[in-house]
């Protein structure tokens, strides 16, 4: 398991997966399940963001029980939505991503993405939804909502895992962590309709494998997949901009 910085990511260089989600959720923290280490990506603690710069680390991928052709997964890491670590919120990490990914790839196939979310936020829906006072039937998405169906649908089918975590955490609370991830299963239904999938992380080595297997078990996707066709644009920080604001369009 290495940090690599400098080299551009090529097709040769691994499947390449997106991690991404709410400040805290565990993000890195899944990276390390995987490395068998504790300290491959840094954590935070349970106060601060942690995750300041998008970053990657690569990891033999899990063989199913088929066994196969081992591989390497470029696993991205980046900071948390609502976060707040570089200001400008979720749009700013959006553009960050962008610009990483265009910087640092050549070629390399998508994966897809893996979304992060910790069961411990009490009323988390609200990361997701509105509901008016004065209209309780009326549901309005957040930006954070609309980017993620953006994701789903530019990716297909079972390309976007979202992944509630803290699963452990429930003994603490003193209450069934699997209402508030049916609960999520609700909320997030207009994500699963354009194709993204549920699943639960209760932090070991065994589920975080089944969750990248089920995805490196599919074809892999041109990066081009979720960042568009290529832009006129010259600048890469306006393409950034337009990609996320792409994202919030529903198509
Ligand atoms: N109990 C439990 N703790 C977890 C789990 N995932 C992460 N943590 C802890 O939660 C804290 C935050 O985890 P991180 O992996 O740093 O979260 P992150 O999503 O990378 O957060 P940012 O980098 O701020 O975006 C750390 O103390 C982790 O050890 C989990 O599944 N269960
Ligand atoms: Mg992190």
Known sequence: MTAETKKKLTKDSGILILLVGLTGAGKSHFINVLA???????????????????GHYVVEAPLGSGGGTPQKL??????????????????????????????HCDGI????????HPLTHDRGAVHYIKIKEANP??????????????FATRLG?????????????ATQWKE??????????????????????????PDNLGSAELIIQNLVKQETLPLSRIQGPPSQESSTHKRAVDWSCGLLVNK
Do not use: C
């Open 157 to 169: 089918q079972n390309r976007l895992m979202l992944v509630t975590t803290k699963w452990e955490s």
């Open 36 to 54: 068998g280490t504790q300290n491959t990506a840094p954590e935070g603690d349970s106060l601060t963001p942690k995750t300041g710069e998008v």
């Open 74 to 103: 470029i696993l991205v890491d980046t900071p948390g939505f609502d976060g707040e670590t570089s200001g400008g919120g979720d749009a700013a990490v959006l553009v960050n991503i962008f610009k990483w990914l265009t910087e």
């Open 176 to 201: 069934d962590f699997t209402k508030r991830h049916d609960r999520m299963s609700e909320v997030w239904k207009p994500l699963v309709d354009a194709g993204a999938t549920i699943w639960r992380f």
């Open 137 to 150: 039937g009326e549901v309005h998405e957040t930006s954070l909502m609309r980017y993620l169906r953006g």
């Open 109 to 116: 196939r998508l994966g897809g993405i893996i979304y992060f």
